[in-house]
């Protein structure tokens, strides 16, 4: 049979598969399913092998599209290269875009705890692909890497380790899934050493923050209100949820799913701490949100930066706040295995033996602690 353009459109389906070749061109086929589906395929053989590549349907691609692309594909066998092989590869093609949405879905969504997914997220958002969008993941070159991370290093000396860490699991991602033949990451040595912070911030440090927090209002300046008061970790204030609150009691009970080291933790709130929730629009789950309560707040730079021009406090970050609350505190004589307890340190003042019997969990003496802390920085603040 002779395919025309005619004689493709009016082909009637058979009741088993018929393969119909092209005369005009040899090793061009039409394929005709029972089913009426029809399709353009070439058959050829490399290196001995027969193979078989799909090169689309009828009526997309019509006679003499069909006739273009076999050409071009039967022109690559010729020249000794694998049409097939190169098709399979290039659906693997990521751009660093798509690469980026499939590491969150396929990985961080089924590895990681929300508060990491959404740090994972805010570093691909404002380093990664504002450096990269429009480049294929394969393009991307371990000087581009290190191009990023010097560029971060001086603009945001703090997030530059953080970054590197994600590129580095993403492209491992990417390598694992056949997507790049070799992580660029490989042998990039860390642009700056991790230094354990030791600020404290004093009395009127904090003052000033709770003032300008006070400024801010809900959701931000809530929140960091809230840091100061319970010595809490940034994620488990801001994702707080109305379910884990019990006001009534004054209690407020963390997930270990929720929490750095995976054990549940219970807050004694201070009636200081209870009467800022009190205040707080009751919406959806989340208590600290800018849709409703449907997501929590993002903690954002932008946010930071406001507080900090308002404040008038130099050289402070957010996790300062749990520190000095800690400092606090004990200048104030609660004694460690107390404070530890606060803080939902597993390991602290208590240690070996003693800690794996020592199961009393302080309750009065931490809700003793955290109220004289509340009492402390409202004398600061009144």
Known sequence: MRLTSLTVENLKPATVRREIPDDMLTGHYLIVQPSGVKSWAIRYR?????????????????????RERARDALRMVAEGGDPANEKAEAKKVRSVEELCR????NHCKHKNRPSTIKLVELALQNYVLPAWRGRTATDITRDDIKSLLRKIATEKPAQVNRVHAIIRKLFNYAFDEGLVKESPCQRIAQISKNEDRDRVLSDSELRAIWLAADKMGYPFGTVIKLLILTGQRRCEVSEMQWKELDLERSIWTLPASRCKNNHSHEIQLSPQAVSILRAVPRMGDYVFS????????????QLKDRID???????????????SAASGMAKLGIQPHVLDRVLNHVTGAVRGVAAVYNRFDYGDERRKALATWATHIYSLVS
């Open 46 to 66: 490399h290196h001995g092998i027969s193979k078989k590549l799909t090169l689309g349907g009828f009526p997309l691609y019509d006679l003499k599209t069909a």
């Open 309 to 323: 021009v308002l404040a008038k406090v130099g050289d402070w970050r957010l996790h300062d706040l749990r520190r």
């Open 290 to 301: 800018y849709d409703g309560g449907r997501s929590p707040i993002t903690m954002s730079s």
């Open 102 to 105: 499939e590491f969150i879905d």
